[in-house]
T-cell receptor, first 111, second 114 residues
Framework: SQQGEEDPQALSIQEGENATMNCSYKTSINNLQWYRQNSGRGLVHLILIRSNEREKHSGRLRVTLDTSKKSSSLLITASRAADTASYFCATAMEYGNKLVFGAGTILRVKS | DAGITQSPRHKVTETGTPVTLRCHQTENHRYMYWYRQDPGHGLRLIHYSYGVKDTDKGEVSDGYSVSRSKTEDFLLTLESATSSQTSVYFC?????????????FGQGTRLTVV
């Protein structure tokens, strides 16, 4: 089964609103990463948060990590139509070199 | 963009035939990964490599083999293609594995097995 599970599976919002996506995982991790995938394209790395960090910002992105609950959230503020994409969380295990992805959240931003 | 090239980008093949997908990188990154992407499953790791001739299995490795004879090339072979292997395949590279740094992805190969 997947290590990471995103919630919700799909999200539709108006331009300018904030979008929040959640990710839960099962085992201890070294870090958690978020990626974006535009339709028909490869994945693009957005942000990485290490297991000893609780919050990280990058432009309009804010990521939180709660290792006690084994969960993370990605907040996109002031969303734009160009943010329409699928978003995936990926966990790097505490030991090993694998990067394991969840099923993703499809975000649609309506203009 | 990271220098990753997947070939072919699209392929239609018949059930039972062997198929090889190629991933070529120009970044000299140590780690290379093959994932498959299917609706509702996200990306699932097939195999990965942590150096020349060093590979390991992922979560969905049955029916697939890999080889890495040079740093820059990572080949994925479907030994005898089945319809369940119809998917989009992504190659990714990482300098130090998932432990420390992000992965960079290729554009994907859409494989259809008929």
């Amino acid at each position: 089964s997947q290590q990471g599970e995103e919630d919700p599976q799909a999200l539709s919002i108006q331009e300018g609103e904030n979008a929040t996506m959640n990710c839960s995982y099962k085992t201890s991790i070294n870090n958690l990463q978020w990626y974006r995938q535009n339709s028909g394209r490869g994945l693009v790395h957005l942000i990485l948060i290490r297991s000893n960090e609780r919050e990280k910002h990058s432009g309009r992105l804010r990521v939180t990590l709660d290792t006690s609950k084994k969960s993370s959230s990605l907040l996109i503020t002031a969303s734009r139509a160009a943010d329409t994409a699928s978003y995936f969380c990926a966990t790097a295990m505490e030991y090993g070199n694998k990067l394991v992805f969840g099923a993703g959240t499809i975000l649609r931003v309506k203009s | 963009d990271a220098g990753i090239t997947q070939s072919p980008r699209h392929k239609v093949t018949e059930t039972g035939t062997p198929v090889t997908l190629r991933c070529h990188q120009t970044e000299n990154h140590r780690y290379m990964y093959w994932y498959r992407q299917d609706p509702g499953h996200g990306l699932r790791l097939i195999h990965y490599s942590y150096g020349v001739k060093d590979t390991d299995k992922g979560e969905v490795s049955d029916g697939y083999s890999v080889s890495r004879s040079k740093t820059e090339d990572f080949l994925l072979t479907l030994e005898s293609a089945t319809s369940s292997q119809t998917s989009v395949y992504f190659c990714a590279i990482s300098e130090q594995g998932g432990l420390i740094t992000e992965a960079f992805f290729g554009q994907g190969t859409r494989l259809t097995v008929v």
